[in-house]
T-cell receptor, first 112, second 110 residues
Framework: SQTIHQWPATLVQPVGSPLSLECTVE??????LYWYRQAAGRGLQLLFY??????ISSEVPQNLSASRPQDRQFILSSKKLLLSDSGFYLC???????????FGSGTQLSVL | DAKTTQPPSMDCAEGRAANLPCNHS???????VYWYRQIHSQGPQYIIH???NNETNEMASLIITEDRKSSTLILPHATLRDTAVYYC???????????FGQGTELSVKP
């Protein structure tokens, strides 16, 4: 069966510090991968999605970047965090051209 | 992808059916209707999806109107654990991105 791992579960970082969140998927190959963010009390915002290694699509201009160094690994990064980067970050995967998204358990990021 | 409109919140008594409406008046002929739910501080969970016909699975039923401009998600016997935000999404079934709206916050009360 397929599983998605996302870590850490919570993270507190000072403004201006770097960020690296990692997500890995097991039990499938060539998945679509996604990063979403949810600000407090608001809906889910799609940040990045990837249909293959090295292929990243950015949905909104921001202080973040994403990379996919391996087929089942998706990384969300920032060189310098802003207060506005605080939120609940979710990684998700789906099969190529398939309908269901499967989400990780999320990372609660607080930038102070 | 077509825009969907949902009420921001609803209440339901435990054990009763919860009927969550969704309007998608601009949906195109090959866009599917998807439902996900998000329990607080967790990732969203897929519930059900459909194109034209009504669908049922172990979690819920999906009723789509004949003109496909609206749909209803039915939780037949709501429990306290069904308290969550429910998202209705219209999308092409060709992979790619899934765009979430604000959803309906369902509160199931004893």
């Amino acid at each position: 069966s397929q599983t998605i791992h996302q870590w850490p579960a919570t993270l507190v970082q000072p403004v201006g510090s770097p960020l690296s969140l990692e997500c890995t998927v097991e039990g499938t190959s060539n998945p679509n991968l996604y990063w979403y963010r949810q600000a407090a009390g608001r809906g889910l915002q799609l940040l990045f999605y990837s249909v293959g290694i090295g292929q990243i699509s950015s949905e909104v201009p921001q202080n973040l970047s994403a990379s996919r160094p391996q087929d089942r690994q998706f990384i969300l990064s920032s060189k310098k965090l802003l207060l506005s980067d605080s939120g609940f970050y979710l990684c998700a995967w789906s099969r190529q051209n398939y309908e269901k998204l499967f989400f990780g358990s999320g990372t609660q990021l607080s930038v102070l | 992808d077509a825009k969907t409109t949902q009420p921001p919140s609803m209440d339901c008594a435990e054990g009763r059916a919860a009927n969550l409406p969704c309007n998608h008046s601009t949906i195109s002929g090959n866009e599917y209707v998807y439902w996900y739910r998000q329990i607080h501080s967790q990732g969203p969970q897929y519930i059900i999806h459909g194109l034209k016909n009504n669908e049922t699975n172990e979690m819920a039923s999906l009723i789509i109107t004949e003109d496909r401009k609206s749909s209803t998600l039915i939780l037949p016997h709501a429990t306290l654990r069904d308290t969550a935000v429910y998202y209705c999404i219209a999308r092409y079934n060709q992979g790619g991105k899934l765009i979430f709206g604000q959803g309906t916050e369902l509160s199931v009360k004893p």
